[in-house]
């Protein structure tokens, strides 16, 4: 056991029998240290249980090192799931306001940078110093590094198998998040345990990621490697698809950016995303106005409008789309018919990935445990009593900006004010 423990905690003992607690956590995360802290300070017996040496690496990596621990506006509407009403809930029984204020008793400084997000001035260890005291306040005891052999319901509760021994709970919170980043112990262990007591599991996929483009398909973008601008992106449909107005980035196998990962939570394999490379711009109106009087060419106009690089490698990449030489043409001789064309295709990009970077480079995982199976006020399975899910192990992915930390810290007190 390392680097945690502070507290023995309060096993209950039987005389030669397993370590026994009212509840016991795993995944010593967001969500996991959130819930035994609120159940340990309601007086029950927690035992938090993780696998790794050092405890919540994905804080401490997470908004440059200064943990976008929040947004100041969250509702529904900012997650990806199969019931986004699920975490209605939950979000609402626990606040960002209330999130600040435990920052804020706690003295850690924090800033707002654009749209609401919420990041610590010094580091994000001090999110992680913090939720470490609140768990000894709540007298929890570690077991750390620690592995889960095998996990065995009986009449009064749950029997685990680690490599700390054996361990009885009451009540058994699996908090393991999802697979982002394996290079940093990210598991599927919640989906397995979820599937182990028969529960539903909405299919994973890496989100928050970028999107990678067929080497043919993207050749001529690949030189604008490192380009960044504003674009509106869009894809699926009303009901079930994403569009946002953010940065993206240009890479070498494809889109990144912070539009780029966002729209990667809601984009289904197979269907194309739809960007708008000049937002706010009315690229037909401004070319059919220069081409008044115009002598330029149109490779000259379009880069006088328009990021000069991009407009380079543009013309020659919709070729087929357009006139012959397109580029070299003077814009006072070009149809307006292919400016028209032109101005739409950039306003109205529509291309298809042809996959993503990955779990090794996704900032989160979609999909997981089925919320239908899970009450929304305790996160227990309603098949299984005694047996809860929370974080991002659960089918409730937030965009972008704080939101998956705000789902981490929320269903961790709903499910530790349950226990
Ligand atoms: P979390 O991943 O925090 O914790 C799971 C714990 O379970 C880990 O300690 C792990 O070791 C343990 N575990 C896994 N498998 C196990 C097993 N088999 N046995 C025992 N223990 C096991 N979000 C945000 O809101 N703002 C941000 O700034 C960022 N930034 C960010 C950057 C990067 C690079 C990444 C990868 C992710 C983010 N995120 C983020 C997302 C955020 O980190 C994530 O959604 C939360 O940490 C999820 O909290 P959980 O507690 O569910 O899982």
Known sequence: ??????????????????????????????????????????????????????????????????????????????????????SRSALSGYSPQDFIGLVRRHGIAWHEKHRGQLFCDDSSEQIIEMLRQECNAGQVAW??????????????????????????????????????????????????????????????????????????????????????????????????????????????RGLSGPGILQISSYWQPGEPITLDLAPGQSLEADLLAAKQGGRQQVATALGALWPRRLADAWLPAMAGQLPPDFGATRLADAPDR????????????????????????????????????????????????GLHFIGETVDVTGWLGGYNFQWAWASGVACGKAV
Request: some cysteine; glycine content about 14%; overall charge positive.
């Open 338 to 385: 292919a400016l028209r064309a032109l101005a739409a295709g950039i306003h109205g990009w529509a291309i298809t990935p042809n996959g993503t970077a990955g779990y090794k480079k996704a900032e989160v995982m979609r999909g997981g445990v089925d919320t239908a199976g899970l009450n929304q006020k305790s996160m227990e399975a309603r098949a299984v009593p």
């Open 1 to 86: 056991m390392t680097d945690a423990p502070d507290s023995p905690g309060r096993p209950r003992r039987q005389a030669g029998a397993a370590a026994a607690f009212d509840v016991a956590v795993i995944g010593a995360g967001a969500a996991g240290m959130m819930c035994a802290a609120v159940a340990g300070q309601r007086g029950r017996r927690v035992v938090l249980i993780d696998h790794a040496r050092r405890l919540a690496e994905k804080i401490r990596i997470s908004g440059g090192g200064r943990c976008n621990f929040t947004n100041r506006e969250v509702g529904p509407a900012n997650f990806v799931s199969a019931n986004p009403q699920f």
């Open 143 to 252: 077991r750390m590094p620690c592995e889960v052999r095998g996990i065995l319901q009986e009449p009064e509760g749950y029997a685990l198998d680690t490599s700390a021994g054996a361990i009885r709970a009451t009540r058994l919170v699996i908090a393991t998040g999802g697979m982002a980043i394996p290079q940093l112990g990210a598991t599927d262990f919640g989906l397995k345990i979820a599937r182990q007591f028969g529960l539903k599991v909405i299919e994973p996929r890496p989100a928050l990621v970028p999107l990678t483009f067929d080497a043919a398909q993207w050749a001529p973008f690949a030189g604008l490697s490192g380009m960044a601008m504003e674009a509106r992106v869009r894809t699926g449909g009303k009901k079930s698809g994403g569009d946002f107005l953010e940065d993206l980035l240009f890479t070498h």
